[in-house]
């Protein structure tokens, strides 16, 4: 066969796309994978990873990841280092290009595995201290912060619901927000607003992280641009952000529906996008759980559907 013709292409190789490389190597498919700028996904910017089941010590991110693509490698999956730079979905089999058109892959599936980028500030101190007290993901690292104080960005519902799931856990929560209302629906407002552990900082914005070795505290900035403007300093251990998610899907250019926040849409509780063959598995097609054992438990949906669909075309 072609080198690069393959029944099952896996764009992304985070815990979706090598758990999907798992199911259709071991199912006879062949499957080609392109692991895009970030092999291994997410989780290679962590550190502990403490709720992925059958590691009860906890494992790191990368030495997790490093494990699950060595289980794909082992069942002969093609794994390519490459970008898919676009990819035309209105007749199959699916053609994509790789690496702005060095080469194409042509498939009879495909599952996307491309994951969400969290969106951060843009503060210098946020690199600085990621994985060190800057975090995007309350359920991932909420745990760490027992009895501590935290801040969490942002003011709609996914920053109140991580507001209430660390209040749970930390001492004292403070929710950093730009307006002087939340924008999250009321119910939501209500519990944080009579959750007696939550302080919510109205018009403040952060201007910087600070700490020796780990942050310590945040400068903020209050009613910014107005006459009364002022800088307060406030002591933390953590910085959770809660401003959204970026899906990554730019190279489909609208072949595939998205929700009004950019996430692939799917069929309910599966991984079948409209077009079909193609399917969508993890963070790229869920605004809701964004986890990693959840991003597998997708990608085997996504293979166990691939391997369906191509055995019922025969
Ligand atoms: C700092 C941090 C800590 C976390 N901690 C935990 C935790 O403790 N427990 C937990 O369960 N979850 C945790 N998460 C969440 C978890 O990492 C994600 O839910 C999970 O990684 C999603 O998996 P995924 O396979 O959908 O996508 P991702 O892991 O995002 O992987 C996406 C893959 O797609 C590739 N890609 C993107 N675009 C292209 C393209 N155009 N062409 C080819 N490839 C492409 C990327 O290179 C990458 O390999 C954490 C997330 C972060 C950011």
Redesign the pocket.
């Known amino acids: 066969m072609d080198s690069n013709k393959t029944k099952v292409l896996i764009?992304?190789?985070?815990?979706?796309?090598?758990?999907a490389a798992i199911y259709a190597s071991r199912a006879n498919l062949s499957p080609i994978q392109?692991?895009?700028?970030?092999?291994?996904?997410?989780?290679?910017?962590?550190t502990?990873?403490?709720?992925?089941p059958g590691n009860p010590e906890g494992m790191t991110?990368p030495e997790m990841?490093d494990g699950i693509r060595e289980q794909a490698l082992r069942f002969d999956t093609d794994i390519r280092t490459?970008?898919?730079?676009g990819i035309d979905l209105s007749k199959r089999p699916y053609v994509a290009e790789?690496n702005d058109g060095e080469y194409s892959i042509t498939a009879d599936t495909v599952i996307i595995?491309?994951?969400?980028?969290?969106k951060y500030l843009g503060l210098p101190s946020e690199g600085e201290y990621?994985?060190m007290g800057v975090?995007?993901?309350a359920?991932?690292?909420g745990f760490f912060y027992r009895g501590k104080k935290v801040a969490v960005v942002g003011g709609g519902d996914t920053a109140c619901e991580e507001a209430l799931y660390l209040a749970g856990i930390a001492e004292k929560v403070y929710m950093i927000v730009r307006r002087d209302e939340l924008r999250a629906s009321k119910v939501m407002q209500e519990r944080v607003l009579n959750n007696e552990k939550i302080e919510v900082l109205w018009k403040h914005q952060t201007e910087e992280l600070f700490g020796e070795g780990g942050v310590e505290g945040a400068h903020l900035v209050v009613n910014k641009g107005e006459e009364d403007e002022k800088h307060v300093d406030i002591s933390i251990d953590g910085f959770f952000l809660a401003i959204g998610h970026t899906p990554?899907t730019?190279?489909l250019k609208g072949q595939l529906e998205t929700d009004d926040k950019g996430y692939l849409v799917t069929e309910n509780g599966t991984p079948r996008t409209k077009v079909p063959g193609v399917f969508a598995?993890?963070?790229?097609?869920?605004p809701v759980?964004?986890?990693?054992?959840?991003?597998?438990g997708?990608?085997c949906k996504a293979a166990l559907e691939a391997e369906r669909f191509l055995l019922h075309e025969d």
């Not at 764009?11 to 796309?17: E, F």
């Not at 490459?82 to 730079?85: F, K």
């Not at 759980?289 to 597998?296: E, G, K, M, P």
């Open positions: 764009i992304g190789a985070g815990p979706a796309g090598y758990t392109i692991e895009g700028l970030q092999p291994g996904g997410q989780l290679t910017t962590t502990e990873v403490e709720n992925f991110g990841m490459g970008l898919v730079t790789i595995a491309t994951g969400a980028s969290a990621m994985g975090s995007a993901c359920t991932c690292d990554n730019s190279f598995a993890g963070d790229v097609a869920d759980y964004r986890q990693a054992v959840t991003a597998a997708s990608g």
